[in-house]
């Protein structure tokens, strides 16, 4: 990763995750296949849905017979994070335009938002719409090429986890955070351990008493305030 914020430097750095997202894509295509899903429908929900993990709840649910009404309020909790990450960038396209925003405010993922992060530190804190946006974009049709092979491969292969297909996101992530560790210069490693540290039985033990979907909102709030004070108590 560098300083440069141009379309062709957006695609390389947003390799490294592309495979992320392809492990964890095949795998709900599976997912929506065995439900009983057809490849167009299941591709579908990634286009228009593109709600990463929540698609797989929303599969579930669906499979129960769950009311319409409660299924989007629980896609809606699920993703609620995006709002909070959504307005971070934000500010950082100020002078784009509304449709501009909402573009890559609606393409916006975990992943995405946390490469963005990264970037900053290279850039002296900024960010251009074209990289930001090839970004997001490779991300969503990553996604949804993704979901379709997943859906045609979903009659061969009844469980993706005998593929290691579920860890595929979780790997990411961890190389997501060792990447933010060792270039984020504005704050201090021992700072950036000290959260990580806390965040971790707060998760483990958090799961004991919360669901994991509203877990993930609460400790993600929770993380975002530790890690103010402590950089301002410390650094």
Partial sequence: ??????????????????????????????????????????????????????????????????????????????????????????????????????????????????LSMNKLNYTDGKLTFKWFNTVNVMAYLVWAVSTAVGAMLGKIISDPEKLGLDFALVAMFIGLLYLQLISDKSISLKVQLIVVGIMLPLVYFGLIFISSDLLILIVTLIGCTIGVILKHAIN
Avoid: C
């Fill in 1 to 114: 990763m560098d300083d440069s914020l141009s379309v062709e430097t957006a695609v390389k750095d947003t390799l490294p995750t592309v495979f992320g997202y392809i492990g964890i894509g095949i795998s709900f295509g599976i997912v929506a296949a065995s439900a009983g899903m057809s490849v167009l429908m299941a591709t579908l929900m990634s286009l228009i849905v593109y709600a990463g993990s929540a698609q797989f709840i929303l599969v579930s649910l669906l499979v129960i017979g769950t009311p319409i009404v409660s299924i989007a309020l629980s896609v809606f909790l699920v993703n609620s994070r995006m709002i909070l990450m959504s307005m971070t960038t934000a500010n950082f396209f100020k002078e784009n335009s509304l449709f501009e925003n909402i573009l890559l405010g609606s393409l916006i993922t975990d992943e995405s938002f946390a």
